[in-house]
């Protein structure tokens, strides 16, 4: 089974090709139920290679094919081959499974839309490349589905792109990401010119991995770095997150698919990819664990004040993520990829629901102009509920032992940065009870007429069930999805089935047992702190509550400001300058005055021609005199 | 045969030839002079066989037998006759004044031009080494008057060089002398006059 | 028996320079052709010496074309003299600079 495991993109890419041909003549709903068939194929193929490598003993799980070279160049070849692991098939398992249920999603959300096809096209694809980025075996390939989730993303943010903010927005993701994937590829450089290789375990000398001892430590931490710095574009962390807001501007299912399940991930596995380069520098991880604890924080505090029903969940999005860049930074790999999972599951049931929200209320995304919506859209309220629920915290819940685990970990490694995560685990708490209220809760704002003169909605309507269905499975999965990785199961766990992966570099926090119970008490208690705060702030009627949401939070602590005043205003007067003077003056005053000196010189020359033929007659003697003088001096002096 | 030669130009010059360069040069000069100053073209012109018969005589003086002959027949006796026709034909055997010149600097420029050309060949002659000892190319001169063993003389042995060693150029020269000719007609023919209209219609009545 | 051959050939070189500035000097398109028919006669002197000088024949073989050059270009010389008298009427060579840039 496993030599079927290239099915698994192979299908996602068959859908794509075949929706280019022919999506526009099937239409609405054809073209969605093709791309959704290609990529529940996929999670099929995924299910079934899992059951293979399951079958497998455990230190014999790792199947790396290589199917053809794509190039060679000097010394650097470059194979298409990949690499099936427990780690790329835990990947392949969530997205494509998500990405199946967010297909099925946007069968009824994008209904009607003039581009139903072409939506579905890009998903296929985006599918395509991240399988391709996770399965990939060496670097230069993860760089290939690295780069096509950027564009796909760019495509889907801009998918409205008759709206200006839309085009933005996606322009601005694109260019962020490109920033991080300059980095991705000063590393490859740095790491193939050390190794001679850029296959993570295959290929000569034992790929990378085999040849650690080539890179010294300030090799390692600046190959870490540069790697790190891809992973904060593409997963939105300091001093590359604030893309990911904007890209709320695409349709619910393209926020909950790219940016909440699956691409702003990719950064955290590609870290955990190379966990064998992570354990080689301590300076490393150490900045990476801080910056992913300040992203938390900083994403949280702003969440609290978001008006936007999706911006509160893109920057929790980021918050998230911060988590699990945190855990990775200090050395808990698994519990990074648990929390991603565990994420996967309850983001995108956040995002999608509040998508069916937004699709009942007649595209309403502003929290202001909603309320008490559990009378109205009783699924929807439901598994939002679950949703809140996990990801405040609260037992059993998938986010509570994820959470607990990252908290476990770093606890054990850097004090402060617990303190920092623990906080702001009691703000991921606060925004999203206060997300709740505000939607689900107190009583109707959405049939009075809007601060700003808007008319009055009429009635919500529920989803149809293509799109409660992909809810409720969500739901179960956020639900049970903490037994995963329960702290004291090892043998079924995500540890033990992803330990070959992170032998020799897996931290064991080593905290006994009294420890760890009195951690997952702080835990509960910072969540229902949280949880109770926001009751008690938001609950009545009134919402116009400016002291709890400050100017500064709401401007996103005027990151974009900052960045527009550092660098895009000089750049823009830069250019100006460039333009103005240097292209029109310099440039081509320098061309022109090659011209004009050419016509100077032909004026001024001309006025050698005379007309009269004793003056030519003149200056053949002048030549006759200078030839004969030459030769006199070749005489006498040889 | 070399060696003989080099001999002969080496030995101490008879009196004779002395007195014939002497007498010719002065000729030359005088005509060339002529030919410059002259402020008549007619003057100018018979100035000008003067010099081509100085330069006829050392011909002779120099062992060129058949090509003083022949500067007295084409040069002389056709190119300076050609001139004077042509003179006399366009009218201008005026006196031209030959002492202002309009163009500035002209004067003084082509004198001291011409000097160190002069001055500068002058020197090379008295100081270089001309005889450079290489291979003749195509054969001694023979037919020196003392000379038994080859009584053609040099006219024949030109003749021979003539058609065999430069049969193209002499080819090519007899054409070049046919394609002179055509542009000379060309030139010099007065464009067709086309006939007054009313003189053919005059004609054709006559005729019908 | 003849002088050294650097008399002629310093002989052919005044006469050359005296062609050269009649050539520079005089106005009338005649003379100025006379010059030039002096010019060639000095070049043809110093062949005929550097023939008797090198024991070569083929200084005399020159010469002989540059005889038959010099009159097929006479020939030409005057033809476009006197076409252009016929339009300008004049001989003077500083009357015919329509050339001029």
Same mark, same amino acid.
């Given at each position: 089974?496993?030599? /079927?495991? /290239?099915?698994?993109?192979?299908?996602?890419?068959?859908?794509?090709?075949?929706?280019?041909?022919?999506?526009?003549?099937?239409?609405?709903?054809?073209?969605?139920?093709?791309?959704?068939?290609?990529?529940?194929?996929?999670?099929?193929?995924?299910?079934?290679?899992?059951?293979?490598?399951?079958?497998?003993?455990?230190?014999?799980?790792?199947?790396?094919?290589?199917?053809?070279?794509?190039?060679?160049?000097?010394?650097?070849?470059?194979?298409?081959?990949?690499?099936?692991?427990?780690?790329?098939?835990?990947?392949?398992?969530?997205?494509?499974?998500?990405?199946?249920?967010?297909?099925?999603?946007?069968?009824?959300?994008?209904?009607?839309?003039?581009?139903?096809?072409?939506?579905?096209?890009?998903?296929?694809?985006?599918?395509?490349?991240?399988?391709?980025?996770?399965?990939?075996?060496?670097?230069?390939?993860?760089?290939?589905?690295?780069?096509?989730?950027?564009?796909?993303?760019?495509?889907?943010?801009?998918?409205?792109?008759?709206?200006?903010?839309?085009?933005?927005?996606?322009?601005?993701?694109?260019?962020?990401?490109?920033?991080?994937?300059?980095?991705?590829?000063?590393?490859?450089?740095?790491?193939?010119?050390?190794?001679?290789?850029?296959?993570?375990?295959?290929?000569?000398?034992?790929?990378?991995?085999?040849?650690?001892?080539?890179?010294?430590?300030?090799?390692?931490?600046?190959?870490?770095?540069?790697?790190?710095?891809?992973?904060?574009?593409?997963?939105?962390?300091?001093?590359?997150?604030?893309?990911?807001?904007?890209?709320?501007?695409?349709?619910?299912?393209?926020?909950?698919?790219?940016?909440?399940?699956?691409?702003?991930?990719?950064?955290?596995?590609?870290?955990?990819?190379?966990?064998?380069?992570?354990?080689?520098?301590?300076?490393?991880?150490?900045?990476?664990?801080?910056?992913?604890?300040?992203?938390?924080?900083?994403?949280?505090?702003?969440?609290?004040?978001?008006?936007?029903?999706?911006?509160?969940?893109?920057?929790?999005?980021?918050?998230?993520?911060? /988590?699990?860049?945190?855990?990775?930074?200090?050395?808990?790999?698994?519990?990074?990829?648990?929390?991603?999972?565990?994420?996967?599951?309850?983001?995108?049931?956040?995002?999608?629901?509040?998508?069916?929200?937004?699709?009942?209320?007649?595209?309403?995304?502003?929290?202001?102009?909603?309320?008490?919506?559990?009378?109205?859209?009783?699924?929807?309220?439901?598994?939002?509920?679950?949703?809140?629920?996990?990801?405040?915290?609260?037992?059993?819940?998938?986010?509570?032992?994820?959470?607990?685990?990252?908290?476990?970990?770093? /606890?054990?490694?850097?004090?402060?940065?617990?303190?920092?995560?623990?906080?702001?685990?009691?703000?991921?708490?606060?925004?999203?009870?206060?997300?709740?209220?505000?939607?689900?809760?107190?009583?109707?704002?959405?049939?009075?007429?809007?601060?700003?003169?808007?008319?009055?909605?009429?009635?919500?309507?529920?989803?149809?069930?293509?799109?409660?269905?992909?809810?409720?499975?969500?739901?179960?999965?956020?639900?049970?999805?903490?037994?995963?990785?329960?702290?004291?199961?090892?043998?079924?766990?995500?540890?033990?089935?992803?330990?070959?992966?992170?032998?020799?570099?897996?931290?064991?926090?080593?905290?006994?047992?009294?420890?760890?119970?009195?951690?997952?008490?702080?835990?509960?208690?910072?969540?229902?702190?949280?949880?109770?705060?926001?009751?008690?702030?938001?609950?009545?009627?009134?919402?116009?509550?400016?002291?709890?949401?400050?100017?500064?939070?709401?401007?996103?602590?005027?990151?974009?400001?900052?960045?527009?005043?550092?660098?895009?205003?000089?750049?823009?007067?830069?250019?100006?300058?460039?333009?103005?003077?240097?292209?029109?003056?310099?440039?081509?005053?320098?061309?022109?005055?090659?011209?004009?000196?050419?016509?100077?010189?032909?004026?001024?020359?001309?006025?050698?021609?005379?007309?009269?033929?004793?003056?030519?007659?003149?200056?053949?003697?002048?030549?006759?005199?200078?030839?004969?003088?030459?030769?006199?001096?070749?005489?006498?002096?040889? | 045969?070399?060696?003989?030669?080099?001999?002969?130009?080496?030995?101490?010059?008879?009196?004779?030839?002395?007195?014939?360069?002497?007498?010719?040069?002065?000729?030359?000069?005088?005509?060339?002079?002529?030919?410059?100053?002259?402020?008549?073209?007619?003057?100018?012109?018979?100035?000008?066989?003067?010099?081509?018969?100085?330069?006829?005589?050392?011909?002779?003086?120099?062992?060129?037998?058949?090509?003083?002959?022949?500067?007295?027949?084409?040069?002389?006796?056709?190119?300076?006759?050609?001139?004077?026709?042509?003179?006399?034909?366009?009218?201008?055997?005026?006196?031209?004044?030959?002492?202002?010149?309009?163009?500035?600097?002209?004067?003084?420029?082509?004198?001291?031009?011409?000097?160190?050309?002069?001055?500068?060949?002058?020197?090379?002659?008295?100081?270089?080494?001309?005889?450079?000892?290489?291979?003749?190319?195509?054969?001694?001169?023979?037919?020196?008057?003392?000379?038994?063993?080859?009584?053609?003389?040099?006219?024949?042995?030109?003749?021979?060089?003539?058609?065999?060693?430069?049969?193209?150029?002499?080819?090519?020269?007899?054409?070049?002398?046919?394609?002179?000719?055509?542009?000379?007609?060309?030139?010099?023919?007065?464009?067709?006059?086309?006939?007054?209209?009313?003189?053919?219609?005059?004609?054709?009545?006559?005729?019908? | 028996?003849?002088?050294?051959?650097?008399?002629?050939?310093?002989?052919?070189?005044?006469?050359?320079?005296?062609?050269?500035?009649?050539?520079?000097?005089?106005?009338?398109?005649?003379?100025?052709?006379?010059?030039?028919?002096?010019?060639?006669? $000095?070049?043809?002197?110093?062949?005929?010496?550097?023939?008797?000088?090198?024991?070569?024949?083929?200084?005399?073989?020159?010469?002989?074309?540059?005889?038959?050059?010099? $009159?097929?270009?006479?020939?030409?010389?005057?033809?476009?003299?006197?076409?252009?008298?016929?339009?300008?009427?004049?001989?003077?060579?500083?009357?015919?600079?329509?050339?001029?840039?």
């Amino acid at each position: 089974m496993l030599h /079927y495991a /290239y099915l698994m993109p192979v299908l996602a890419l068959a859908g794509f090709l075949v929706l280019v041909a022919t999506g526009r003549r099937l239409g609405d709903p054809l073209a969605g139920w093709l791309g959704t068939t290609a990529v529940a194929g996929s999670f099929v193929v995924a299910c079934l290679v899992l059951n293979c490598l399951l079958q497998s003993s455990s230190s014999n799980r790792t199947y790396v094919h290589n199917y053809f070279t794509w190039f060679h160049s000097g010394g650097l070849t470059v194979p298409i081959g990949i690499q099936v692991d427990p780690l790329s098939v835990t990947m392949c398992m969530f997205i494509t499974g998500v990405s199946a249920l967010i297909h099925l999603y946007s069968i009824g959300y994008m209904k009607g839309d003039r581009d139903y096809s072409k939506f579905f096209i890009y998903l296929n694809l985006f599918v395509f490349s991240m399988l391709v980025l996770v399965l990939a075996d060496n670097l230069l390939l993860t760089f290939v589905g690295w780069e096509g989730v950027g564009v796909c993303s760019y495509w889907l943010i801009a998918f409205w792109f008759h709206r200006d903010s839309a085009a933005s927005a996606g322009k601005k993701a694109f260019i962020y990401n490109r920033i991080g994937d300059a980095g991705f590829l000063l590393a490859i450089f740095l790491i193939f010119e050390r190794t001679g290789t850029i296959q993570y375990e295959s290929g000569p000398g034992g790929g990378i991995f085999g040849q650690l001892h080539h890179l010294g430590g300030g090799t390692a931490t600046a190959a870490v770095l540069l790697l790190f710095l891809a992973a904060t574009g593409k997963s939105a962390q300091i001093p590359l997150f604030n893309w990911l807001p904007d890209a709320m501007e695409g349709p619910t299912p393209v926020s909950a698919l790219i940016h909440a399940a699956t691409m702003v991930t990719a950064g955290v596995y590609l870290l955990c990819r190379v966990n064998h380069l992570l354990v080689l520098t301590h300076s490393g991880m150490l900045v990476i664990a801080s910056v992913g604890g300040v992203t938390a924080f900083v994403a949280a505090t702003i969440a609290c004040a978001q008006q936007d029903i999706k911006k509160v969940l893109a920057f929790s999005t980021v918050s998230q993520i911060g /988590y699990m860049v945190l855990a990775v930074g200090s050395g808990a790999y698994v519990a990074a990829i648990f929390l991603m999972v565990a994420h996967a599951f309850f983001k995108g049931l956040l995002f999608l629901a509040a998508g069916s929200v937004i699709h009942g209320l007649d595209d309403e995304q502003d929290l202001k102009r909603m309320g008490a919506l559990r009378r109205t859209m009783k699924w929807t309220a439901a598994t939002f509920t679950v949703g809140w629920l996990a990801i405040a915290g609260i037992p059993p819940l998938a986010g509570f032992w994820a959470k607990g685990d990252v908290l476990d970990n770093v /606890y054990a490694h850097y004090k402060v940065l617990w303190a920092l995560g623990l906080l702001t685990a009691v703000l991921t708490a606060y925004y999203m009870s206060r997300l709740q209220i505000l939607a689900f809760g107190d009583d109707p704002r959405w049939d009075k007429v809007g601060p700003g003169g808007e008319p009055a909605h009429h009635a919500p309507h529920e989803s149809p069930w293509v799109m409660r269905l992909p809810l409720v499975i969500l739901a179960v999965a956020a639900f049970l999805g903490g037994a995963l990785n329960l702290p004291w199961a090892h043998r079924v766990s995500l540890d033990s089935w992803l330990a070959p992966i992170f032998a020799g570099s897996l931290y064991h926090d080593g905290l006994q047992r009294s420890a760890q119970w009195a951690l997952a008490l702080t835990d509960v208690a910072a969540a229902l702190i949280g949880v109770i705060l926001a009751v008690a702030l938001w609950r009545g009627s009134r919402v116009d509550k400016p002291a709890l949401e400050p100017q500064f939070l709401q401007r996103v602590w005027y990151w974009d400001d900052a960045y527009d005043t550092v660098l895009g205003r000089p750049s823009r007067r830069l250019a100006t300058f460039l333009a103005w003077v240097i292209d029109a003056r310099v440039i081509d005053g320098a061309v022109n005055g090659t011209a004009q000196l050419v016509k100077a010189t032909g004026t001024a020359t001309r006025k050698l021609q005379t007309g009269y033929a004793r003056h030519y007659a003149l200056g053949i003697a002048l030549g006759m005199a200078l030839i004969i003088v030459f030769m006199l001096t070749r005489t006498w002096w040889g | 045969m070399l060696h003989v030669t080099l001999a002969l130009v080496a030995t101490r010059p008879a009196w004779p030839d002395i007195l014939v360069f002497a007498a010719s040069a002065s000729v030359i000069l005088i005509g060339s002079v002529g030919v410059v100053t002259a402020r008549n073209p007619v003057h100018a012109a018979l100035s000008l066989v003067m010099t081509l018969f100085g330069v006829a005589v050392l011909f002779i003086e120099q062992e060129a037998d058949f090509l003083a002959a022949v500067q007295i027949i084409v040069y002389a006796g056709a190119i300076v006759v050609l001139f004077l026709f042509v003179i006399m034909f366009l009218g201008v055997d005026r006196h031209e004044d030959v002492t202002t010149e309009p163009l500035a600097g002209q004067r003084p420029l082509a004198f001291v031009l011409s000097a160190v050309t002069a001055a500068g060949v002058i020197a090379m002659a008295a100081t270089a080494h001309w005889v450079t000892g290489a291979p003749q190319v195509v054969g001694p001169i023979q037919g020196h008057i003392t000379d038994a063993a080859s009584p053609a003389g040099e006219t024949a042995q030109l003749g021979k060089q003539l058609f065999t060693t430069y049969l193209f150029a002499f080819e090519a020269t007899a054409a070049l002398l046919v394609i002179a000719v055509v542009g000379a007609v060309v030139l010099a023919r007065r464009p067709p006059v086309p006939e007054h209209p009313d003189d053919e219609r005059a004609e054709s009545e006559l005729s019908s | 028996m003849s002088l050294s051959g650097a008399w002629y050939l310093g002989l052919a070189a005044v006469v050359f320079t005296i062609g050269a500035i009649g050539l520079m000097v005089r106005r009338n398109v005649l003379v100025m052709f006379m010059c030039i028919e002096l010019m060639l006669n $000095a070049a043809n002197l110093t062949f005929v010496t550097f023939a008797r000088m090198l024991g070569d024949i083929g200084g005399q073989a020159i010469v002989f074309f540059v005889l038959v050059v010099a $009159a097929a270009e006479v020939v030409v010389g005057l033809g476009i003299v006197v076409t252009n008298f016929r339009r300008r009427s004049t001989t003077v060579a500083d009357d015919l600079n329509s050339l001029k840039g």
